[in-house]
Structure formats: structure tokens, C-alpha cells
């Protein structure tokens, strides 16, 4: 028989020798995941149990990330499902929701590009009652988008489409326009950790310098905003001043928000 306790240091140290990031805290994490507990005890582990988690320590030795391994994730409080062909929701990202509860109420429409899980547009609406649209291109990652729209009950649109395609809601416009495009540079791309290289390319890749998309979406929604209202883009630590240039060019006023690591990472972009 094996207690949790024990169980929890073995995998802890197993996670620590494959240079886990936090082996600490995955290991606290896969113990909870399978115990239902929310703390760590001494209590004997089933058989069942036990072989469960034999099975995702060996799953995540390989590199995945442990939030495919689970197939879902906390973002903002929520749950969100995920796995291979989405990207995984990130705690800097909750950014974008503080900016749309700072903006909205109610009677206010955003929308959201890049929507990927759609960890954005789905926290957002709960948080502030305003109707959100998603965009989302990809087959597996709009599948997602869909579970979790359902999941957290949200009052939220799936649209399957181009996010450079401004023309997707004819001349409907918006008080909000959030985007997490992909913004890593062709040498952030040779470089990925081995977590990272589990996650699609199409949610990573932003080109060579990793600014292709914003150079696309900005001026392609420009015309979607209310007079007021803005364009918040989250980007990469070293983007800020090229994405607000990019912002300037296509008529917003920008400013840089700082994420809790001190690190550029989104830029609001007020018309
Ligand atoms: N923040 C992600 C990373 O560091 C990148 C996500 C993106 O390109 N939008 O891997």
C-alpha cells in the first residue's frame, strides 16, 4: 500500500529529475486531481488510483503538458477544457479580462479573435453580462471553444472564421475588440520549451518577428470599433512599443499594460 503522502514524493522527485518547471507544484497538483482531496494526507491511495497516476507521471515525463494530460484548466476561476489543438489557457491572459471588466457592462458587445479555448470571451461575458462574440478558425480548437461555451453556461457566439477577415459581422460594431493572437518569432519558435512544442503552431507563430498579425487584424477591425471604444491585444514582453506603433498607424491611441510580472503584455489601443 502507498499513502498520498508518499506517492506525492515520489512523483515529485521524478518530475524534479525530468526538469519540470514546478515539480512541486505538478506533483501537488496530479495528487489532487486523483485523490479529489484539496490537500495532500497520509491516506492510502486504491489500486486504481495509484495506476492512474502512474499512467500521467509517465504521460508527462514525455514532455506533454500536464493541463493536456488533465484535458482541462483554471482561467479567471473557470474551467476550461483542453488538449491537443488548443492553446493553453495562460494566467497572464487574465489580463484581457481585467481590461474588459474595467470597459463593459451589460449592454455592451465584444468581441474576441484568435479564441482558442475561449478562455477570454467566455470569463469576460460572465464577469460583465456583455454579449461576446469568438472567432475561431481551426476545426479542433473550435470544438473546444463550443464545449466550453457550453460548460460555463456563457452567453458567448462561436463564428468560424478569419480573424483578419473584418468583414465577418458586415457593419455590426463593437466596444470592445480583445485578441490573443500568435506572436512568438521565428527564433522564439526554434527555441520552444518542450511543453510548448505539444501546443499548434497556429496559435504560437506570429511570423518572423511575430508581428504579422497584429499588422493584419488592427487596420482589418479598425472600422469595427465605436467611437470610445478599443482594441486590446496581448503581446509579447518585448512587442509593446511595435505593437502600439502598429496601433498609431491605424488610428487607435495606445497605451501599454504591464502584466503582474512587470513585463509588457497587452497594449490598449483606444478609438
Ligand atoms: N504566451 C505564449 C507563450 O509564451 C504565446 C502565446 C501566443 O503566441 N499568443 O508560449
Known amino acids: ?33 486523483y485523490t479529489g482531496e ?17 499512467e500521467v507521471v509517465k504521460r508527462r515525463m514525455t514532455g506533454e503538458p500536464l493541463q493536456y494530460i488533465f484535458g482541462k484548466w483554471e482561467f479567471y476561476g473557470y474551467t476550461f477544457y483542453v488538449g491537443k489543438g488548443v492553446l493553453i489557457p ?22 474576441d479573435l484568435f479564441s482558442g479555448t475561449g478562455c ?3 470569463s469576460a461575458s460572465i464577469k460583465t453580462g456583455a454579449k461576446c462574440y469568438a472567432v475561431e478558425l481551426y476545426d479542433e480548437a473550435f470544438s473546444y471553444l463550443e464545449r466550453n461555451i457550453t460548460l460555463n453556461r456563457a452567453d458567448v457566439t462561436a463564428v468560424k472564421g478569419d480573424a483578419y477577415d473584418g468583414t465577418l459581422f458586415g457593419d455590426m460594431k ?19 520549451m518542450r511543453e510548448v512544442s505539444f501546443e499548434p503552431e497556429t496559435a504560437l507563430f506570429g511570423g518572423t518577428d511575430g508581428l504579422d ?18 482594441i486590446a491585444a496581448e503581446t509579447g514582453e518585448t512587442q509593446g512599443e511595435a505593437v502600439s506603433e502598429i496601433m498609431r498607424a491605424a ?21
Open 174 to 192: 463593437f466596444d470592445l475588440i480583445t485578441a490573443n493572437p500568435p506572436y512568438l518569432t521565428g527564433d522564439e519558435m526554434r527555441h520552444l
Open 90 to 111: 495562460r494566467p497572464e491572459t487574465e489580463l484581457l479580462v481585467d481590461i474588459a471588466a474595467e470597459r463593459l457592462n451589460k449592454d455592451s458587445v465584444m468581441l
Open 251 to 271: 488610428g487607435l491611441t495606445p497605451q501599454i499594460i504591464k502584466d503582474y510580472s512587470g513585463l509588457d503584455r497587452v497594449v490598449l489601443g483606444i478609438r
Open 120 to 122: 477570454v470571451p467566455i
Open 38 to 54: 484539496l490537500h495532500v494526507s497520509s491516506a492510502e491511495l486504491t489500486p486504481g488510483a495509484v495506476s492512474v497516476i502512474d
Open 213 to 230: 498579425p497584429y499588422r493584419a487584424f488592427i487596420p482589418a477591425w479598425y472600422p469595427r470599433i465605436k467611437p470610445g471604444g478599443a
Open 1 to 33: 500500500m502507498v499513502n498520498a503522502a508518499e506517492k506525492y514524493r515520489e512523483i515529485r522527485k521524478a518530475l524534479a529529475e525530468a526538469r519540470a518547471f514546478d515539480a512541486e507544484f505538478e506533483a501537488r497538483e496530479i495528487i489532487k486531481e
